[in-house]
């Protein structure tokens, strides 16, 4: 009997890795242009988001704050009492409505610092704002994101940070960009935990019992 057949092939391996990572992820969210609408100041409403949509870095399960900044572009003066912020993508365990934080005459800007919690997979969220008044909606989406990382990430963490440092340093990156390599990067973090994983588990187990692997796996990412 020749002891190499009866090892976890590598083929199987690395499958078996790829999937579990893509499972783990849940499938990471879709993310789009962060547009910022210049709207024509002759309009009664109109807003534009300030500077670069925020990203915040937090791990699972931990709370995070959303920073987005308003200019008022349009004639009227946002009023306390009517203008809110709704939540139209990812509120991400936040209130999806924030209420305006002071009243905001034209060509001055409002902030908003939106209290969130990382979802339970890591991956790079997107979460989306639109202004309304009295039940109209006005304005662009407002984009900012959120990273969220698997416990213990420090490293991780560390190559972000950089990463992010160097797209503000940088204007002519598009966001998406950015996001993609960090989306990258958390893919490569989540397949070698896979990897360690099924090494310690099953360095020798024959191909029979790989699908018992797998569930077993796969039940504890989902319950951890």
């Not at 962060?34 to 109109?46: G, I, K, N, T």
């Not at 670069?52 to 937090?58: E, G, N, R």
């Not at 809110?84 to 936040?94: H, R, T």
């Amino acid at each position: 009997m020749i002891e190499s057949q009866h090892r976890f092939p590598a083929l199987w391996k690395a499958c078996l890795v790829t999937v579990l990572a893509a499972m783990a992820l849940g499938g990471l969210p879709l993310h789009g242009h962060a547009l910022v609408d210049l709207q024509s100041a002759e309009e009664p409403l109109a807003a534009t988001q300030v500077g670069d949509p925020d990203i915040a870095i937090a791990y699972i399960g931990e709370e995070a704050v959303l920073r987005i900044e308003v200019r008022n572009t349009g004639l009227e003066t946002w009023k306390r009492e009517q203008v809110v912020l709704a939540n139209v993508e990812q509120p991400l365990n936040a209130e999806t409505v924030q209420p305006l934080p002071m009243d905001t005459p034209p060509g001055q800007s409002a902030t908003w610092e939106i209290r969130v919690r990382a979802p339970d997979r890591p991956g790079a969220f997107r979460s989306g704002w639109q202004l309304r008044q009295t039940g109209q909606t006005f304005g662009p989406t407002l984009t900012a994101y959120l990273i969220v990382l698997p416990e213990g990430a420090s490293e991780l963490e560390e190559k972000i940070r950089e990463k992010i440092d160097e797209w503000e340093q940088q204007a002519e990156q598009q966001i998406d960009d950015l996001i993609d390599e960090i989306t990258a990067l958390i893919l490569a973090e989540v397949e070698g935990f896979v990897q360690r994983l099924i090494d310690n588990l099953c360095g020798n187990v024959c191909g029979a019992s790989a699908l018992i692997v797998f569930g077993a796996l796969l039940l504890w990412w989902r319950k951890s």
